[in-house]
């Protein structure tokens, strides 16, 4: 049984990892051997990853690896990925290079509008809340011009402010809409301040309203927060070419292929079950680049399966079709990304990531990162509905296996030729591995 700690966050950093490794290791000094294993040698650059968060006592290593050979609107892009998952990598240069000579993919980021509500409660008329919105809308507004300054220097800013009467589905229960432009920010900090200053004025105006009676002048503001949902934040990646042209080793009878390929991809559009697993297949490309240039992944995920059951039903984000000989792929997801503020100018790999990606606006990285989990799901189709999901993924795993039992230079080689010509399992490698060390 573990105890409970008080003050944790107080203690130095070493007195923390004394804590934990006293506290939950048979071999403390094994343990803080390992963690300290990961601090950088580096103190500046250690100090700056221990303030990207709280009660940091180490680094997490994730592999940081490039799909290159990505052609996107006619330009070459080396797309970087953050991921763990072996075999995506691969497959991202893989359909990259597959796309490159069949005419690259297009992609077109179709609105960036980003949306934030200031939840409250309103009891009384609502007719009167209304007239009373009407009347003092723009002093909302004005009330954040500290705030939106600099934004709309840079084009962007409060789009739009609207009433929403939501007592049909809750009492007494209304919104402020707020729809913001954040032009190369994701927007998160900046909407929330304007959020939390319209929800001061909100209750300031509403004191003053005369209108209003005692109950209506006191509305409850229960919240002010952005909404990680962005349905009309939008970038559409596609590709396309005549059907013959799929062709390649692997695709022998290319309409047999896209026949096949649209009909999974229908599979996925109609079976939730199939779709959450298509869908997660484009988030492992998605993903990876979001991480890479310091993005909120958290946010992108959420904001797109939202997205995914906007009809009603969990479907596919992903869709395809053969028109008239022409094999045509493309999604459209909802993206709310950053190229400026957060993580992107601290952590240097970030920054390196997006030097890689030739510092793009926010809308070219939502070109790019929409691109790469389209490349991902066409990789990922492409295997299974031709020679299954495993032969490419085990190969790629075999490694982590070889690893995982610590094996010598020579097993290695041995296991590596002899699983050439065989299929790799589980099973098999561990059956390999302990014949040679018999
Ligand atoms: C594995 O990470 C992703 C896939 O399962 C996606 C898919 O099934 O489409 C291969």
Redesign the pocket.
Known sequence: MNNAVAGFSKLTKEEKINWIANEYFSNPIEAIATIKQYWNNDAQLQQLHDEFIENTITNFYLPMGIAPNFLINDRYYSVPMVIE?S??VAAAAKSAKFWSTRGGFKATVLNTEKIGQVHFLFKGDSAKLESFFNTVKSSLIDSTESITKNMQKRGGGILGLELRDKTSALENYFQLHATFETKDSMGANFINSCLEQLAKTLKEEAQNYTDFNETEKNITVVMSILSNYVPNCIVRAEVSCRVEELAEKKIENPQEFAEKFVQ?VSI?EIEPF?AV??????M?GVDAVVLATGNDFRAVEAGVHAYASRNGHYSSLSHAKIENGIFTFWMEIPLALGTVGGLTSLHPLVKMALEILGKPSAKELMQVVAVTGLA??FA??R??TTTG?QEG?MKMHLNNILNQFEANPEERKAILKHFEKNTVTHAAVVALIENLRK
């Open positions: 998952e075999s995506v999974a996925a199939r697993t298509h869908n997660k297949g484009i492992n991902q799901n990922a189709l295997s299974l999901i993924h």
